[in-house]
């Protein structure tokens, strides 16, 4: 039997040799959000992992949107031009298709890198005023965001649009639009974050007017062949929060609004949030948002091996899988999947000699190919 996996999948005008998307990795290595050869490195290494699409970290469409002082933007020339050239470098050498997600962080922004402690930034540190739609602070020890006036809501989707428009100059194949982790979009979704009393906040319809908006405005600009998705939170995991049945509803409004998927992701809206994390743990949600919104999903959440993604595809519990941490830990993660179901992906001429098919050292080094 074919594996569902290494089918392809249709997304208007783009078309993916297989279902296996790599996730969106933050690499906290950019200069004033302008990519560095740190970029060309990381997604060169990427484009060869037997993934049907490779996506840009979360990228800031304004430089106070940027999670830390390393994070990718798109918000100046030197952004666009910087990145331009790793995107140039990475089709040298690869046909695999190569997207973006375009981010704002809110109140989660101004912290340091992972590798620094993670803590919001101080002062002498660089600091810069956060943002969000309420001024709540994300955590005990956190700055405390400026409430969004209108007229700013208004400028934070115009930059988006801009964005997107450099994404379409420099030649990427997708944009994904992020609306989960807790970040600007999150936090107008979730009655956690969001206690505004305007058409912007109290209702599900108020709180998804900012998210809506920046979707109808990226879809306004982004050609029309192309395809345009959002991650999302399937739930906030606490009560009071963001529920499984209002991502329903977003997918639904979403997909009117000309996004292709949604990958269904969830959580960090908070601080303290105790996630049930083990393995597959999301797909639930995405099946559930597949089914009910008519969307194509994306799946994530601790599916790590070739047998689980196929499985989340033959089941009908998602569309696509997109992977992270399990592509950094096997970069030839898709080669090696294709082995174990029977598939097959596009390996660089340079690297041939390495199929199973080929090398009689495979059996030695991947005894389940």
């Not at 803590?119 to 956060?130: I, M, V």
């Not at 997918?251 to 083990?278: H, N, Q, T, W």
């Not at 790590?304 to 992977?323: F, K, L, N, R």
Request: aromatic content about 8%; some cysteine; overall charge neutral.
């Amino acid at each position: 039997m074919t594996s569902q996996l290494f089918t392809p999948i249709k997304l208007r005008g783009l078309t993916l040799e297989n279902r296996i998307v790599v996730s969106p990795m933050c690499q906290y290595s950019a200069d004033d959000g302008s990519a560095t050869d740190w970029h060309i490195q990381h997604l060169g290494t990427l484009s060869h992992a037997g993934a049907g699409l490779v996506v840009i970290e979360a990228t800031g469409v304004e430089r106070e949107g940027r999670i830390t002082l390393g994070c990718l933007g798109l918000y100046s020339d030197a952004n666009e031009q910087a990145l331009a050239r790793v995107v140039d470098s990475y089709r040298r050498y690869s046909k695999t298709p190569i997207g973006i997600q375009l981010a704002h962080a809110g109140r989660k922004a101004s912290t340091a890198r992972p590798w620094e402690g993670g803590r919001p930034l101080k002062a002498t540190d660089g600091a810069w005023p956060t943002v969000a739609p309420s001024a709540l602070p994300f955590d005990e020890g956190w700055h405390t965001p400026h409430a969004l006036s209108r007229g700013e809501i208004d400028r934070i989707v115009q930059s988006f649009a801009t964005a997107a428009e450099r994404a379409q100059r420099i030649g990427l194949d997708e944009v994904e639009l992020h609306c989960a982790h807790g970040y600007l979009m999150a936090e107008f979704l979730s009655p956690l974050a969001n206690r505004r009393e305007d058409e912007y906040g109290g209702s599900l319809e108020n709180r998804m007017r900012f998210p809506l908006r920046v979707a109808e405005a990226v879809r306004a600009v982004w050609p029309a062949d192309k395809p345009m998705g959002a991650r999302i939170t399937g739930t906030d995991w606490i009560e009071g929060g963001f529920t499984l049945d209002e991502a329903v509803v977003l997918s639904r409004e979403l997909k009117a609004r000309g996004c292709d998927f949604v990958c269904v992701s969830s959580g960090a809206v908070i601080g303290k949030i105790k996630v049930p994390a083990g393995p597959g743990y999301l797909l639930p949600q995405a099946a559930r948002i597949r089914r009910e919104a008519e969307v194509m999903t994306r799946a994530v959440g601790f599916i790590v091996t070739p047998h689980q993604a196929e499985a989340a595809i033959v089941e009908g519990q998602a569309d696509m899988v997109t992977m992270a941490r399990a592509i950094l830990d096997d970069p030839r993660w898709g080669w090696h999947a294709a082995e174990a179901l029977g598939g097959s992906v596009t390996y660089p001429p340079q690297y041939d000699r390495v199929r199973a098919a080929s090398w009689p050292g495979a059996r030695l080094a991947r005894p389940q190919a």
